[in-house]
């Protein structure tokens, strides 16, 4: 029995230290971050050090494999996701070397919400007021995003005011975290209403897409002249690019996104040294809007895209040791997605795509027959995915008969390598009688 004793005791004994430091760690040292002007510099510091950053939009993606590509950071639309809480999050994070820009969901107009209701924003300011004080210790912690998109189709800029008052808040409560809000673009109206009746704020967060190589003539067009982030840029946005006859919006292949991304990063975003903060990718996971590939960096499955091999380089300065699969064109009856191609309902098609490996890796297709979405959202809203209408193991060509509904299709092709890494591409059809 004193043997059992004196194990049980030392076994507490190495416990207890582990538990208390998780602990204290979580709720007792939180990071010191402040935004600081050096000569014409702005620049971003976490206990006293300069912190650029280097990091992706993350809900519900791989934060080991975030970290292990070389980030630094990542942001968050809200601290209840549906899946985990915002501690559980900022745990792994803290895991991961990762420090958390976390997002605080705000009441948009274009979804009902009144901000000339003063009851409901005093209950908002209060529930986000209680999140703030339950997450502010935690090491991992950057800063806040005040709302996201908040301008996105609004009429009635009052909503900044809530947000300047958010801030005041969070400052008074959590004087040790950076506050921010994310807007939709950047123009004049809304940098000139925020300069005057949201000036609390740290510095702002702009979130473009195809647009982005036009980022530094935007900013200078609406005069903002402080410190910013990019807190979502990625693929050229289904609402910037070519579309077929009935109206599908074409989309770029993954070897063609993760080219854009290296091309816009050098060219937009790290080319301002002076008042960039650093930026966010979008989308570190997946998330069907417009298709099931069209923002998300890896696919339903988990594997990774060339547009991780290119964030990997631009974040490292060299290439992951093995790369994702490159595609080139993919064809229906000899056509580009550019093409509108129209089939007959029941004829047989022929498909083809061009694909090579980096490393000569062996590789696996798989096509797939969907619907064009019909449940189309807006900002991110959420849509659901169309169900599969045909998928088809098969090589870099293959042969199947048209869907016997007329209506508009896509044709989706993943090609793997067995290693964790994918390329993917999809062509917009249209069948008709």
């Known amino acids: 029995m004193l043997k059992r004793n004196i194990h049980l005791a030392l076994l507490m004994l190495f416990l207890v230290p582990a538990c208390n430091i998780t602990v204290r760690n979580r709720k007792n040292l939180p990071a010191k971050v402040e935004v600081i002007k050096k000569n014409e510099k702005f620049q971003l510091e976490v206990n006293g050090k300069p912190f650029y950053v280097k990091g992706a939009g993350l809900e519900f993606g791989n934060i080991d494999a975030l970290g292990s590509h070389g980030a630094n950071s990542f942001r968050t639309w809200r601290t209840e996701n549906g899946k985990e809480d915002a501690l559980v999050v900022l745990d792994k994070a803290f895991k991961n070397g990762l420090m958390v820009l976390m997002g605080l969901e705000v009441g948009r107009e274009r979804h009902g919400y009144d901000y000339s209701d003063t009851v409901w924003v005093k209950k908002q300011f209060n529930y986000i007021k209680g999140e703030v004080e339950r997450l502010k210790h935690h090491p991992a912690l950057l800063g806040w995003i005040i709302g996201n998109e908040l301008n996105l189709l609004a009429t009635n800029f009052k909503v900044f005011d809530a947000v300047n008052d958010l801030s005041e808040m969070i400052h008074e409560v959590d004087p040790n975290h950076v506050t921010t809000t994310a807007l939709s673009g950047i ?149 580009d997605a550019y093409s509108s191609i129209i089939v007959s309902a029941g004829n047989s098609i022929d498909a083809r795509v061009v694909a090579t490996d980096p490393e000569s890796d062996s590789l696996w297709y798989k096509w797939e027959i969907m619907p064009e979405s019909s449940d189309l959202g807006m900002g991110g809203d959420f849509e659901s995915r169309p169900a599969s209408v045909l998928t088809l193991n098969s090589g870099a060509g293959t042969n199947f008969n048209a869907p016997s509904i007329p209506g508009a299709y896509r044709l989706f092709i993943y090609i793997l390598d067995n290693k964790g890494n994918a390329a993917t591409a999809n062509i917009p059809f249209y069948v008709e009688d």
């Open 187 to 335: 123009g004049k109206k809304e940098i000139d209403y925020i300069r005057e009746h949201c000036n609390d704020l740290d510095f702002i967060c702009i979130q473009i897409y195809g647009d982005i190589v036009n980022l530094q003539q935007r900013i200078t067009e609406s005069g903002w002249n402080g410190p910013y982030m990019v807190t979502e840029w990625g693929a050229t946005g289904h609402w910037e690019v070519p579309r077929t006859t009935w109206g599908a919006p074409v989309e770029q292949t993954s070897s063609e996104k993760a080219g854009a991304l290296i091309k816009r990063y050098q060219e937009a975003i790290q080319i301002d040294t002076l008042r960039c903060l650093g930026s966010y990718v979008f989308l570190w996971g997946q998330k069907q809007e417009r298709t099931p590939t069209w923002y998300g960096m890896f696919l339903e499955t988990g594997e990774e895209t060339e547009s991780v091999d290119a964030m990997h380089y631009l974040w490292n300065g060299k290439w992951p040791e093995n790369r994702c699969p490159s595609i080139g064109q993919i064809e229906i009856n000899g056509k």
